[in-house]
């Protein structure tokens, strides 16, 4: 009774993410109604919308995660693809980034971006997660998160999943690129940013088949070419 309340109540707008696992999502014992929502929406907090840690999902240094878009319209969220004609919040697009953090949330590097088409629940979104992370064993600390600066409107989207990453380089390093953060009053920004998007309200056509060849070849690791600049967000101020 209480999911089904909660998905009546708000219906399908706006994105999180359902794998990796990430918290507060319909998977969890703290599932919450505006996962789905902006940094912002009724004093939802960044980093990560200030909820409790989630399960922990468990990834290797060398692997390719293919992240999964979810929203309350997606009932049955352990099948891909989802059931057609469900509607989503794309808002146009914009741009998505995928980081990790392993202190707690206070700082975050960029593993992988797409953007324009992103996201859409109807494709995975291939990341590497790099060969020359250090490990990471603190699944209160380790963090993967997905952010999408949207195009229609101006609201910036932080979801994450605790996480523990095995293997890697105990001499290694987490890449050089600083997650994009904006439309976010809390730290003193103004909500007047958005990313050029697909500008389709629908389903899009998916991931760039370049930008998916960058995210899976170690372009953002850590000494890969994309450096502390990565993909250009096309980001714009109102
Ligand atoms: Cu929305």
Known sequence: MLVASLSILSASAHIGISFPRAQAGPWTKDLTNT????????????????YKKG????????EVVNVRFWNFGVRDYDRF???????????GGGACEFSLSYDGGKTWKVIGQYTKSCPDIYYQWPVLI?????????SDQCLFSMSWVAYLTN??????ANIVIEGGDPKGKLPDLDMTVVDVTQLGQKMNTRAF??????????????????NK????????KGNSKGLNLNLQRN
């Not at 789905?36 to 919308?49: E, L, N, Q, R, Y």
């Not at 693809?81 to 808002?91: A, M």
């Not at 790099?130 to 603190?138: F, I, Q």
Request: hydrophobic share 25%; aromatic share 10%; net charge positive.
């Open 35 to 50: 996962v789905h929502a902006w940094i912002g929406f009724k004093g939802k907090k960044f980093p990560c919308g200030g």
């Open 55 to 62: 399960p922990v999902n468990t990834l290797r240094a060398g």
């Open 81 to 91: 693809p989802p059931r057609s004609g469900i509607s989503q919040g794309r808002h």
């Open 130 to 138: 790099p060969k020359n992370v250090p490990p990471c064993t603190d």
């Open 155 to 160: 609201q910036f989207y932080h979801h994450c």
């Open 197 to 214: 998007g697909d500008r389709k309200s629908g389903k899009s056509s998916g991931p760039d088949s370049q930008e998916v060849a960058l």
């Open 217 to 224: 070849n170690g372009f953002f690791a850590y000494g890969g």
